[in-house]
């Protein structure tokens, strides 16, 4: 810590610094910033690590968007480098392992749990990734599973991709889900045809398809930021 911003740190009184409130009142008495701050520890000269906290923040349009930011765009922020960046990421991704495991231990019956499982692993993709989440007779998360990496919009799928790991994990249901880079979450045509392509090749298996969920990023006019065909009534159109 340079000398400058520990003097910053040590004009706050102890019990209110973040690491202190932390321990006495919990993580929900902090602000964002400051609970970067406690990650960070140090801030740099003339800048406390709560200002940091804030700096970064503010930088990258708030908490959302800076845990979808690289270690080497983190560290390009001042005062953060390659050591920090790397202590802020591993925070994100271990916060990011924490919900997965969570929601898979929850049955995946609504498409807003099918979204919460999936809406970290797929923020950053540029193409389209079609999943497959092969459930049991009970809803329950059996796998998750990669089917198909597609090219920007188009994705190219057979029914025997789509349904082998859900035969192999002997599921008694299927959910399908995709990402739209593009963060508007509307059905193609593509989607809708291939959608109905898997409602008959599951009725044939004996796994019938419970929903296709199409994730997207909340905006004005869907602020779920996904479309579930199953509730949209698309699901056997």
Do not use: W
Request: aromatic share 2%; hydrophobic share 40%; with cysteine.
């Amino acid at each position: 810590m340079t000398e400058a911003s520990a003097s910053l740190i040590r004009e706050i009184p102890e019990h209110d610094r973040p690491q202190e409130r932390l321990a006495r009142l919990g993580a929900h008495s902090l602000t964002d910033a400051e609970l970067l701050a406690v990650i960070l520890r140090t801030g740099r000269r003339g800048v406390s690590s709560v200002q940091l906290g804030d700096a970064l923040l503010r930088r990258f349009g708030g908490l959302r968007e800076l845990t979808r930011r690289s270690v080497s765009e983190l560290s390009q922020v001042g005062g953060v480098g390659p050591v920090k960046a790397s202590m802020l990421k591993a925070a994100f991704d271990l916060h990011e392992r924490v919900s997965s495991r969570a929601a898979q231990e929850l049955p995946m019956d609504t498409p807003s749990r099918v979204y919460d499982l999936l809406v970290e692993r797929t923020r950053s993709l540029t193409v389209e990734v079609l999943f497959g989440l092969a459930l049991d007779s009970k809803m329950k998360l059996l796998r998750c599973y990669e089917i198909s990496r597609g090219i920007l919009n188009q994705t190219l799928v057979h029914a025997r991709e789509v349904y082998r790991e859900a035969v192999a994990s002997s599921a008694g249901h299927l959910v399908l889900a995709h990402n739209h880079p593009s963060g508007d979450p509307t059905p193609s045509a593509e989607d809708l045809k291939a959608t109905r392509d898997m409602v008959n090749a599951g009725r044939v298996l004996g796994i019938p398809l419970m929903d296709h969920v199409i994730i997207g990023q909340p905006s004005p006019s869907n602020h779920r930021g996904y479309v579930s065909l199953k509730e949209a009534g698309m699901l056997a159109m």
